[in-house]
């Protein structure tokens, strides 16, 4: 047995060890102790980057913007160990100028951290990106947007800052968090590993093109939870550009989008695994849960459950038919590689919707192994858009007339309906054929029906 004395030196050296830790996650840096003048006016961009840049060479903390404040700011760069701090009441304005942002648009971002690990963003505030600044001509349908392009460094009109971005950065930690008004996208993960984004409530303008809520790039072991997404363009969006995008589960969500709420690609050069999206409402939105699988990359192993929808039409220039679930696989371009969708689960699923479900795959790009177990679809129409079209964007068959029935098959090797049901409200479905399923059986195989009915709920 040790000695009284040896067991005394251990403890001591023990609490000398942990004591920097602990240091380190109390260590608080105001920028206003920095110069930070709040006023929504200057510039604080100085401040806040030496507030950065001291916490950690510190060895890591927090940096603060305290409340009251309007803090203007070109790119805020967070190193690692470095959790940015917004209180409640306190703002961090995105600066509207192209001369806020480094040279390469790929940077182009008001909060960025690259290469960082364990590096965050907290505090019940709020950082927006003043995205209004960035509407040129307003439209009802769609706005027109500024673009930056003329740096000859990004193309078209997408060439705008996006609001928070993590590059290349692992143990990251978002949470407790208002990103309001991007001007591009909001949240930009891009070859992370190991991210948590929780209690973040995303606001975009809901007529300004391409302001995404959660962008996942190349990056995996991703969890999502209790997020607030009310935006104009795709809400989750898993991407696969450089690499895969495997491990991601996102619970707990309210979602209202003009495009999709929960949307694989187009982006999908490598393959999508292993994930799951539970307990999720979706509203208004244009697409409910959709893949746009387009660049040769697979998909397998999803799961989506307990998840209730609407959607509607709005104006065609915005991709999306206001289908309840939208999986496709088709190549981009004549000459593109098709990849395949297999292994896919929708349980506990209902929805009102003023289309049907599509499932289309390709000729060298089938839809294996689809599984819709305790599924509840009903359809009507409420809104005056016109019908009648199949919505296969970006490339492939672009729009396309087509009969509009309960769902649309097409290039499926394996689909188990298990307990669905299809409501119609008849006197409300124009241009509808009321027909349950759409397909040409030459390109079905291996489909399995129990307890499948479609009822007329109008009688």
């Known amino acids: 047995m040790a000695s009284p004395l040896l067991l005394l030196a251990v403890s001591s050296l023990l609490l000398v060890v942990a004591a920097p830790a602990g240091a380190a996650a109390a260590r608080?840096?105001?920028?206003?102790?920095?110069?930070?003048?709040?006023?929504?006016?200057?510039?604080?961009?100085?401040?806040?980057?030496?507030?950065?840049?001291?916490?950690?060479?510190?060895?890591?903390?927090?940096?603060?913007?305290?409340a009251p404040g309007d803090y203007l700011t070109a790119t805020v760069h967070l190193r690692s160990g470095v959790v940015l701090e917004v209180a409640p009441g306190a703002r961090l304005l995105g600066g509207t100028r192209q001369g806020d942002y480094p040279p390469e648009s790929r940077r182009w971002y008001v909060v960025l951290a690259e290469n960082t690990t364990g590096a965050g963003v907290t505090g019940g505030g709020e950082i927006n990106g003043q995205g209004g600044a960035f509407v040129v001509t307003p439209n009802e349908q769609k706005n027109i947007m500024v673009s930056w392009n003329a740096t000859g460094d990004c193309e078209g009109d997408e060439c705008r800052p996006r609001l928070v971005g993590f590059i290349d950065s692992k143990d990251i930690k978002i949470h407790d968090i208002?990103?309001?008004?991007?001007?591009?996208?909001?949240?930009?993960?891009?070859?992370?590993?190991?991210?948590?984004?929780?209690?973040?409530?995303?606001?975009?303008?809901?007529?300004?093109?391409?302001?995404?809520?959660?962008?996942i790039e190349d990056s995996n072991n991703t969890v999502i939870t209790d997020c607030h997404i009310d935006t104009g363009d795709d809400a989750i969006c898993p991407k696969s550009t450089t690499g895969p995008v495997y491990n991601l589960t996102a619970t707990n969500c309210w979602i209202r989008t003009k495009s999709c709420a929960i949307?694989?690609?187009?982006?999908?050069?490598?393959?999508?695994?292993?994930?799951?999206?539970?307990?999720?409402?979706?509203?208004?939105?244009?697409?409910?849960?959709?893949?746009?699988?387009?660049?040769g990359g697979n998909v397998s192993d999803v799961v989506f459950s307990n998840i209730n929808i609407s959607t509607r039409?709005?104006?065609?220039?915005?991709?999306?038919?206001?289908?309840?679930?939208?999986?496709?696989?088709?190549?981009?371009?004549?000459?593109?590689?098709?990849?395949?969708?297999?292994?896919?689960?929708?349980?506990?699923i209902s929805s009102v919707?003023?289309?049907?479900?599509?499932?289309?795959?390709?000729?060298?790009?089938?839809?294996?192994?689809?599984?819709?177990?305790?599924?509840?679809?009903?359809?009507?129409?409420?809104?005056?858009?016109?019908?009648?079209?199949?919505?296969?964007?970006?490339?492939?068959?672009?729009?396309?007339?087509?009969?509009?029935?309960?769902?649309?098959?097409?290039?499926?090797?394996?689909?188990?309906?298990?307990?669905?049901?299809?409501r119609w409200s008849r006197g409300s479905l124009r241009g509808w054929d009321v027909n349950p399923l759409l397909f040409q059986p030459s390109t079905i195989d291996k489909l399995s029906f129990h307890d499948w009915q479609s009822l007329d709920v109008s009688r």
């Not at 991007?182 to 949240?187: F, G, I």
């Not at 993960?189 to 959660?214: A, K, M, Q």
């Not at 694989?264 to 799951?276: M, V, Y």
């Not at 079209?389 to 394996?414: A, F, N």
């Open 28 to 66: 608080v840096f105001s920028v206003a102790d920095y110069g930070a003048a709040g006023d929504g006016v200057r510039y604080d961009t100085a401040a806040i980057q030496a507030a950065v840049d001291a916490c950690a060479a510190a060895g890591g903390g927090r940096v603060l913007l305290p």
């Open 353 to 422: 919707s003023e289309n049907g479900v599509f499932l289309a795959g390709s000729k060298h790009g089938l839809l294996r192994n689809l599984k819709f177990k305790n599924v509840d679809l009903t359809y009507k129409r409420w809104t005056n858009y016109s019908g009648g079209l199949y919505d296969y964007r970006p490339g492939c068959q672009e729009m396309v007339k087509h009969r509009t029935g309960g769902m649309m098959l097409e290039h499926i090797s394996g689909l188990e309906i298990d307990n669905v049901r299809m």
């Open 178 to 215: 208002t990103l309001n008004q991007p001007a591009y996208w909001c949240l930009h993960l891009v070859r992370c590993d190991n991210s948590e984004i929780h209690n973040v409530s995303i606001y975009g303008d809901f007529n300004t093109p391409n302001n995404d809520g959660i962008d």
């Open 263 to 295: 949307k694989f690609g187009s982006a999908s050069t490598f393959d999508f695994k292993k994930l799951a999206f539970h307990n999720i409402t979706i509203v208004d939105s244009h697409r409910g849960l959709g893949m746009q699988i387009r660049d």
């Open 313 to 348: 039409y709005y104006h065609p220039s915005w991709w999306g038919r206001a289908e309840p679930i939208y999986i496709t696989t088709c190549p981009r371009h004549p000459d593109s590689k098709e990849g395949t969708i297999s292994d896919v689960q929708f349980i506990d």
